[in-house]
């Protein structure tokens, strides 16, 4: 780079096209006028043939030939591309090689439009002007995509800028929400490896949801070179009001053929007006039910809706309002699963056909009739068999009865609950405290209603200890009239265990006499924990020969399967694993992976362990339904949907944002979006458009001229 005073030429060699001020100087004197001797008539023709030689006219072509060599200088000066140099020194110089990343935001709310004009659209052409102010062969620059998984588009800075400019302008919204922290990470990392000046330019659409978490996350870490130059451009578009839905749930997470459930859908109002929005439940291909709900600003609101299927399967669910600002959170998506009859997994040590035990009493009061005319399907299974693949699909887990559990299971049972699940522990014989402090641990100690204590013979105590208080009036209990509490009352109780702490967030269905508490529930997760402090084992009461037992065993499966909610659905740019524990072969091919538009994912990786078969995806792409296929059946369903969050379009304050990006170390400097000159000065301000302008308004006065003179 040559610098002349405080202008630099990037391309100095231009210069050389100065040479063709030859030209007009040239034409000047072939058009000089020769001396010649001329008969004229009149005296008004001698005067004009004097005036024509006279020192004015001189002037005149001397003042053309001036302005057509201004013409010249100044457009071989705008090709040799003069640069203002920045006054502070700070410009980079022929033999810097200048790294830039440009972090550009392809979160979901990037794909939001406001009368008519898309938010992507401003991103990417702000995005494709940083590329202006780099000098091709010498400059280096890189991608970074900001999404839920950023990652960068090249391995390493490239001087390549025709590839890098081709990047930007084939830059879509994702479905997915930004993970600015990471992301950042990133383009420190490519800064880095770079020896010369460095500059990041991040273009987003700032929405407030995105960045809220990065102050926190950068607080006390640099991801960034020291001597980095930020430079932000938020979008300017004034964003409009959006209504988005999210978080779409079914009640209960298991349903049974022809029992009722309830499906609902979390409305969202995030505009400054209020709104009625129309929202519809489309059932596979079909409309079944649409409902209308009047939101505040700023107000959320849970719609249901009642549902009855007829067929064991899983059935696709979707909700859907009108479009507006933003389209991709106006659909959201659900499975319902739906069972013949409901599943229950009975865990214990001993064997259920022996009559007397634990396991005996338990799988007679939960299938009286051992046939079809059972509401629920039993299944027994041993602590040390027990596992994952057991537990898929059931409305409650009972355990009662075992021996020390081991570390795996209790972690089964803890994931399974925290998923869903539902789980009740009634305490008998055995390691019962072990396993259920084991639990809680588990589930990082938020699995119990109450902690145990040790064990009560209660038959040598005076005075008889009964079932005489409870929650009448709650959903598990409200069935038992007046008479059935009687019944509950006169079971005699030989040993129970003793309590030591209540939990505060716990509900005690059930209490003894003494206040002692006999039936507890505690939320875990999605699902339910409950402890029986009571066994229908014989030497620790005769709870098991009333029926008593049996109305109030049923009631509590299904006080779990209503209580516990549905699993939360993936969501777009995350992981995605889906499990089939039966209908696939493994002697066959033809295993497949479809996402929501039908086509084979091919990223795909299938694993089998026992009789379980799992197809796990590293990246959702996209909202909808995924399907687990094997040839033309269907092993499995899930849904994705949009992260709520990225619905809230509103803009975090620019100030904070900045002060907490300095907070890092680094210079940061506030650009327009609104621009056509390039969002970086790397080595000065580009002169280069004003010699030209300059040059077409000195032929443009050459030209005005010669036309009045000649008139």
Partial sequence: MTTLAAISLAAPLMLTGMALLALPIAA????????????????????????????????????????????VVLIVMGFAAPMWVDSRGEAATASDQVGVVILVDVSASTAQQVEGIAAMQSLRAAAGRTLDGLLSGADVANVVHASARPRAVFAELTANLPAVRHELDTLTPTAERADFPAALAIAGELL?????PRHLVIVTDLQHRNWADVPAALAGHQPLPGDTRLTLVPLEMASAGNVGLGAPRLE????VAGEPGRASVAVSNHASSPRVVPVAMRLGDRDVDTATVSLEPGQTQRLSFDITLTEAGDHRLAFTIPDDALAIDNQVHLVAAVASRANVVVIGDDHPDEVGTVSYFLTRALAPHHDGRDRLVVRHVSSAEASAGHLHGAAAVVVSHVGRLSESLTRTLAEHVRDGGGLLFLAGDGPVRENLLALNEA????????????????????ARLRLTQGEWDSRLLSVFDLRSRRALGDVRFHRVWAVQREHAEARMYLRYSDGTPALGGRMLGGGMVMVANFSPALQDSDFGQYGSFVALLQRVVHELQQAVASRADPLAGYPLTLVAHTGFDRERDGLQLLGPDGRALPQTEFG????TLTADLLRAPQPGFYTLMQADRTLATAAVNVDPRESDLRQMDRADLAAALEQTGVAVTMREIATDE?????????????????AMLALAVEMALLGYWRR
């Fill in 28 to 71: 000047h004197l072939l058009h000089r006028r020769a001396a010649r001797q001329v008969v004229f008539p009149t005296i008004a023709l001698l005067d004009e043939a004097a005036a024509s030689q006279s020192r004015l006219f001189k002037l005149r072509r001397l003042l053309l030939l001036l302005l057509r060599c201004l013409a």
């Fill in 192 to 196: 880095h490896n770079h020896a010369g």
């Fill in 252 to 255: 209960p997470a298991l349903l």
């Fill in 443 to 462: 589930a990082e100690g938020a699995a119990l209603p109450w902690e145990p204590g040790p064990r009560r013979n209660v038959a040598r105590e005076a």
């Fill in 608 to 611: 089998a362990i026992g009789g």
């Fill in 678 to 694: 390039p969002l970086l000065n790397l080595r000065g301000t580009p002169l280069w458009g004003w010699m030209l302008a300059a």
